[in-house]
Structures are given as structure tokens and as C-alpha cells.
């Protein structure tokens, strides 16, 4: 790859990254280790682990280990979850937000077709993640192995007032739930863009000057 279309493919990147930020929610997988054997936590903010620290939701249950056709654990997790769906189907649990958080990061164990969140946010809308939505949390087949628990990073394009985790069959188990304020993945984008500018102009004063954009 030349320096040239290097440059132009981190452009084209980081605009469609603005284009995506701006519009709707923005997905990625992958966490830190937590360090307790609960798997994966989030990068930032306090996190409810449900082993000390407690989200307010509004159903689901409090469990540990697995239990034939209710739950099981998330992969790695040997420590207190949350289950949605596995007493009562279908099930949705609320948690509901005070302050200016537009981040939900959790631990998603044996994602499936029928687990779904749905976020409320500020300005009156609603984005909805699960695997029709979000190519990367497939394939939702309920695997309890390795592949089937991932740590999701979800960044709304609005402040969230509350979140729904739903199941519409068996449960919806998940661990180490983070909510926080942090920059809009747009704002990274903006950032990428200035230090990609930096880079050109650089590029340019060693011997790029026939190098434009069209």
C-alpha cells in the first residue's frame, strides 16, 4: 500500500465514522480484563458487577453458575450476573438514567436472535441493538463457549434516559453493566481527521506537493 491511498483510506474511515456517530449508535466489541473472574469490563466509569455494586433494574434476577434451560453464565464468568427472561418469557428489564451518560458497555453472554436492548434517549428517539441491527454481535446462535460472550460498547448519538434489556424467549444474561458520559465516537472521528490533516500537510513539505484531493 502507498503512502497516498494509506492516507485516503484512513480519511474515507474516519468520515464514515462521522457520518455513522452523528445518525445512530455506534458498536464496537472488546474490553479490559476485570480481574475478579468476571470476564470482561468496560474501558471506562463505575461498573455495576451485581457482586457489590448493583444496577436499579426493574425485573430479571440476580444469579450465579447455570441452570438447565434458565441461564448460563457468560463465558469466564464465574462470579453474580443478571438474567432477563429465564423465570418469566418474554421479560424486559428497565434501567433508568440520571445525568448526561451516552455509553452502555456490558458483558453479553450466549448472544442471541431474541435478546435485544433498546435505548431511550433525550431527544425523544429510540436505537435498538441486537443481531439484525448489529452484524458484529453475529452469529447469535447462543453459543456458550468462548465465541458467544463479548464485551459490547454501545455509544448513542444522544444523551440516554433509560434502557430496556429484553428477551423474547430464555434469558438474556449479562455482567459488568457501565454506564457513562464520554466523547461521541463523532468527536474522535474530528480528531482522526485533524491529526490526518497534520500528517498530509507533513507529507506534502517532504515531497508530496503533486499529491491533491479531488
Given at each position: 500500500m502507498t503512502r497516498r491511498s494509506g492516507l485516503l483510506g484512513l480519511i474515507a474511515g474516519a468520515g464514515l465514522l462521522l457520518s455513522t456517530g452523528?445518525?445512530?449508535?455506534?458498536?464496537?466489541?472488546?474490553?479490559?480484563?476485570?480481574?475478579?473472574?468476571?470476564?470482561?469490563?468496560?474501558?471506562y466509569g463505575t461498573t455495576y458487577n451485581f457482586d457489590i455494586s448493583f444496577a436499579a433494574l426493574s425485573a430479571g434476577n440476580?444469579?450465579?453458575?447455570?441452570?438447565?434451560?434458565?441461564?448460563?453464565?457468560?463465558?469466564?464468568?464465574?462470579?453474580?450476573?443478571?438474567?432477563?427472561?429465564?423465570f418469566t418469557t418474554p421479560q424486559t428489564a428497565t434501567l433508568t438514567l440520571a445525568g448526561n451518560s451516552n455509553y452502555l458497555g456490558l458483558?453479553?453472554?450466549?448472544?442471541?436472535?431474541?435478546?435485544?436492548?433498546?435505548?431511550?434517549?433525550?431527544?425523544?428517539?429510540?436505537?435498538?441493538?441486537?443481531?439484525?441491527?448489529?452484524?458484529?454481535?453475529?452469529?447469535a446462535n447462543g453459543n456458550q463457549g468462548p465465541g458467544g460472550t463479548s464485551y459490547v460498547n454501545i455509544y448513542a448519538s444522544d444523551f440516554i434516559t433509560s434502557i430496556d434489556f429484553s428477551s423474547s424467549k430464555e434469558?438474556?444474561?449479562?455482567?459488568?453493566?457501565?454506564?457513562?458520559?464520554?466523547?461521541?465516537?463523532a468527536t474522535w472521528a474530528m480528531m482522526l481527521l485533524g491529526f490526518l490533516g497534520l500528517g498530509f500537510l507533513g507529507y506534502r513539505k517532504t515531497g508530496g506537493a503533486s499529491f491533491r484531493l479531488a
Amino acid at each position: 500500500m502507498t503512502r497516498r491511498s494509506g492516507l485516503l483510506g484512513l480519511i474515507a474511515g474516519a468520515g464514515l465514522l462521522l457520518s455513522t456517530g452523528a445518525n445512530a449508535a455506534v458498536v464496537t466489541l472488546g474490553g479490559v480484563a476485570a480481574g475478579d473472574g468476571s470476564g470482561l469490563t468496560s474501558f471506562y466509569g463505575t461498573t455495576y458487577n451485581f457482586d457489590i455494586s448493583f444496577a436499579a433494574l426493574s425485573a430479571g434476577n440476580v444469579v450465579s453458575g447455570s441452570s438447565s434451560g434458565q441461564y448460563a453464565a457468560p463465558n469466564g464468568d464465574s462470579t453474580q450476573y443478571y438474567t432477563v427472561g429465564s423465570f418469566t418469557t418474554p421479560q424486559t428489564a428497565t434501567l433508568t438514567l440520571a445525568g448526561n451518560s451516552n455509553y452502555l458497555g456490558l458483558l453479553w453472554g450466549s448472544v442471541d436472535t431474541y435478546n435485544s436492548i433498546t435505548l431511550h434517549l433525550a431527544n425523544g428517539g429510540t436505537e435498538v441493538i441486537n443481531s439484525s441491527t448489529q452484524p458484529l454481535l453475529n452469529p447469535a446462535n447462543g453459543n456458550q463457549g468462548p465465541g458467544g460472550t463479548s464485551y459490547v460498547n454501545i455509544y448513542a448519538s444522544d444523551f440516554i434516559t433509560s434502557i430496556d434489556f429484553s428477551s423474547s424467549k430464555e434469558a438474556f444474561e449479562f455482567d459488568n453493566v457501565t454506564v457513562a458520559a464520554v466523547p461521541e465516537p463523532a468527536t474522535w472521528a474530528m480528531m482522526l481527521l485533524g491529526f490526518l490533516g497534520l500528517g498530509f500537510l507533513g507529507y506534502r513539505k517532504t515531497g508530496g506537493a503533486s499529491f491533491r484531493l479531488a
